[in-house]
């Protein structure tokens, strides 16, 4: 009785949900046809400002904004009319009210198609007083109020369908709850009732046996005092397995890590030593042949030869890729930090990233009179400080970005701020805004609205490696602030040239 109940709950539970998720689907359907209304009065208000006089200095821009605009609008449509969209997997069934509307409102669509198709050909602004664009323009205008009618009248009835689908779901889960109370009843009568008075006899029986379990009771006790001990040492013993497994996962990305710098030096290395002589030399070359060039050209003809510019320009090539090449060998490996330590290798980085538009600043407590840090906890800063900055840079979009390393007494800190964008946080800090120590096996979770962060993963990883705590204090739209604590007594150690 209960397998078949518990049978019936489930395939029951199951059908629901996969109705619902057919649902969801089909609402995602109905927000990309809502979209459209808005996507349909930006492309008209687009092609106002390409035919407005006094845009004229901004109309290659509108241009391109109306090349951008329209195909996302038109590819919309056209899946929305077969019922699915954003290229997933979803397949809506209209019914004929639907399709008929879809029908009534395909000429105001291909009116907006031939417009804006005319209007995204057009290449200077003097072409938009020919006469074809006016007309395509005045077509548009017309043909605006009546597809934004015809398309709210879609999404109604979409939203009413959809409605209807929900409606009867809700019925079916109220006829499945109600049957489900009635099967329980029956249960209760049936089984259960017999089952009592059956537990009555038997309760009667135990009583008249507890005097023969007294006895047993105190043997019991000592089995399992003695049972107790045994389960504290395997827990000791599990404890102590599992810590190992910590510190052998530890070890192993340590190596990992240590292997992929040494990776970088022996990179850096190469293109230092390797490509970037070589492209030297190359230049050298070319700045002789380009002398000699010169002096043959100014001795016989007195003239300027058609292939100087092409030197020039060879030149500037080689150049810019010794340049290139320099700085990618000291993204791998700067030789700043293995030989002068973190706080110039910082200072380097910060000068590299600042730019007209982002001002980056670093600020220390620490003297360049005091011992090197930890090789390790140099790395890990340096590598943590390039991360964060540059994912500041590339998806903040700040105006500054400092950077402050100082020592706390008891711990080194350095903080990593910015007044950019933000982001919702993951949630590896405590509610009570303490930092939390990161703790093996935790995950950084991020919010659903968006994946998951390489950057912030290794930033946690190097963090976890030298027994660091992290905490990230972002809210959207007021900037991100990266906070990274290291124990004192990982500050300094007798340290390697690496």
Not at 38 to 43: N, T, V
Request: glycine residues 6%.
């Amino acid at each position: 009785m209960f397998l078949i109940l518990a049978v019936l709950l489930t395939v029951g539970q199951g059908l629901s949900q996969w109705r619902f998720g057919v649902i969801e689907d089909e609402m995602v359907v109905v927000r990309q046809t809502a979209l459209q209304r808005h996507q349909s009065q930006q492309i008209v208000k687009q092609v106002l400002q390409i035919t407005d006089a006094s845009e004229q200095g901004s109309f290659e821009e509108n241009v391109a904004e109306l090349r951008q605009l329209f195909p996302v609008f038109e590819r919309y449509h056209l899946e929305t009319r077969e019922g699915r969209a954003g290229g997933r997997e979803v397949k809506m069934v209209y019914s004929d009210a639907i399709n008929q509307l879809y029908t009534d409102i395909k000429p105001q669509f291909e009116a907006f198609q031939q417009s804006a198709h005319r209007m995204m050909k057009l290449q200077h602004f003097e072409e938009v007083h020919q006469p074809d664009v006016q007309a395509n323009l005045r077509l548009m205008l017309a043909n605006e109020k009546p597809f934004l009618e015809k398309i709210d009248r879609i999404v109604v009835v979409c939203n009413a369908q959809l409605r209807a689908k929900l409606t009867l779901l809700r019925t079916i889960e109220f006829y499945s709850y109600i049957f489900t109370l009635v099967t329980l009843v029956a249960i209760g009568l049936l089984i259960f009732r017999p089952a009592t008075r059956k537990l009555k006899q038997t309760f009667d029986q135990l009583v008249e046996a507890e005097s023969r379990t007294t006895a047993a009771n105190k043997k019991l006790v000592n089995a399992n005092k003695s049972l107790k001990e045994t389960r504290q040492k395997l827990f000791e013993a599990t404890k102590l397995q599992y810590q190992q497994q910590i510190d052998d996962q530890k070890l192993r990305t340590s190596y990992l890590i240590a292997g992929q710098e040494e990776e970088r030096k022996r990179l850096s290395r190469e293109l230092h030593d390797g490509l970037g002589q070589m492209l030297t030399a190359i230049k050298l070359q070319i700045e002789g042949l380009e002398a000699a060039l010169s002096r043959m050209i100014v001795g016989e003809q007195n003239g300027v030869s058609p292939y100087a510019k092409n030197l020039k320009t060879l030149k500037s090539l080689v150049t810019q890729t010794i340049q290139e090449t320099r700085t990618i060998s000291n993204n791998l490996m700067p030789s700043v930090l293995s030989d002068f330590g973190i706080i110039p290798a910082i200072k380097m980085l910060a000068e590299q990233d600042r730019s007209e538009t982002i001002d980056v600043t670093f600020k220390t407590n620490l003297t360049t009179d005091m011992p090197r840090l930890d090789k390790n906890v140099e790395i890990m800063l340096y590598r943590v400080t390039q991360e964060a900055v540059s994912n500041a840079v590339r998806h903040g979009k700040p105006s500054h970005v400092h950077i402050e390393l100082k020592d706390r007494g008891n711990s080194l800190q350095l903080v990593v701020s910015d007044d950019g964008k933000g982001f919702d946080v993951p949630s590896v800090n405590q509610p009570n805004g303490l930092m939390k120590p990161i703790q093996e096996g935790e995950q950084l979770r991020m919010p659903k609205s968006r994946p998951p962060s390489q950057g912030l993963h290794n930033i946690l990883e190097r963090t976890k490696l030298v027994n660091g705590k992290l905490k990230i204090n972002s809210t959207p739209g007021k900037g991100t602030k990266l906070q990274i604590s290291i124990p004192y007594q990982t500050h300094f150690a007798q340290h390697d040239t690496y």
